[in-house]
């Protein structure tokens, strides 16, 4: 595997944690009024990060797969 995939995982883990951890966090806060769409909004907002990530996850390896299988060939 290469320099940069190796970096391109590490950051993605690092904003895949992170995200994970925020989603928690704003699903665990109680909030009523206003604050609970902001809540809600931010919610969202991590979740599309969250999924975004792990997306992104799933392409870096699909591609790495598709190198090793031609450079063995």
């Known amino acids: 595997m290469s320099k940069k995939i190796k970096i391109l995982y590490i950051i993605d883990f690092i904003i895949f944690v992170t995200s994970g951890i925020g ?6 806060s109680k909030n009523y009024g206003l604050a609970a769409l902001t809540s809600v909004g931010h919610f969202v907002v991590l979740g599309m990060i969250f999924l975004a990530s792990i997306l992104l996850f799933v392409i870096i390896s699909i591609i790495c797969i598709i190198k090793k299988l031609k450079k063995s060939t």
């Not at 989603?23 to 665990?28: C, F, G």
């Open 23 to 28: 989603l928690i966090i704003v699903n665990n």
